[in-house]
């Protein structure tokens, strides 16, 4: 069974530093670019930042380009997202997904951020 | 960057209707649109990419058409199960964006 499994969720003071975690199990993520989205508490979906099958591209929403930086392991079958200088406007629960274009596929159950003094 | 407008925001509907959401594009974007469901709780599921392609496994009630600017989804006969916000999305150009969702309910 394809799974994705976030973690990494903390709550973080304004200013501080997250490192989330998407392990996959089920498939290999080597050929895939792989993405990350989140959702703020009832709110809709926003992209946040994908990374090519080999990580040498890497693209960002503008709202956290220089503050989060994408990478993954393909031999640890892991994708992260290194999250510096949050603010509130990151809470959100973060998903990573599979794929790029054409849509993602494949999702996990997300990860809770929250951003608060 | 490309705004995707979905209309209506919430609908309710009786099982058995027929129903139909709108999602607009602030530009061309060909077919490069999916949609998907997301009930209460849970991850998104695709159901629809390339505006009209089923994804493997979603049943054939669902489906997608349109090209350009104008897009539509449609459930031909909504199901209790159907119940979920669905948002469209394009990637036709980066920043990959959203509609707002639409939230489906049952009457």
């Known amino acids: 069974e394809v799974q994705l499994l976030e973690s990494g969720g903390d709550l973080e003071q304004p200013g501080g530093s997250l490192r989330l975690s998407c392990a996959a199990s089920?498939?290999?993520?080597?050929?895939?670019?792989m993405t990350w989205v989140r959702q703020a508490p009832g709110r809709g979906l926003e992209w946040v930042s994908s990374?090519?099958?080999?990580?040498?591209?890497?693209y960002y929403a503008d709202s956290v380009k220089g503050r989060f930086t994408i990478s993954r392991d393909n031999s640890k079958n892991t994708l992260y997202l290194h999250m510096n200088s949050l603010g509130a406007e990151d809470t959100a629960l973060y998903h990573c997904a599979k794929g790029l274009r054409l849509g993602f596929d494949n999702w996990g159950q997300g990860t809770l951020v929250t951003v608060s003094s | 960057d490309i705004q995707m407008t979905q209309s209506p925001s919430s609908l309710s509907a009786s099982v058995g209707d027929r129903v139909t959401i709108a999602c607009q594009a602030s530009q061309d974007i060909t077919n490069y649109l999916t949609w998907y469901q997301q009930k209460p709780g849970k991850a998104p599921k695709l159901l629809i990419y390339?505006?009209?392609n089923l994804e493997t496994g979603v049943p054939s009630r669902f489906s997608g058409s349109g090209s350009g600017t104008d897009f539509t989804f449609t459930i031909s006969s909504l199901l209790p199960e159907d119940i979920a916000t669905y948002y469209c999305q394009q990637y036709h150009d980066l920043p990959l964006t959203f509609g707002g969702g639409t939230k489906v309910e049952i009457k």
């Open positions: 089920g498939f290999t993520i080597t050929p895939h670019a």
């Open positions: 990374i090519s099958s080999n990580g040498d591209s890497t």
């Open positions: 390339d505006a009209s």
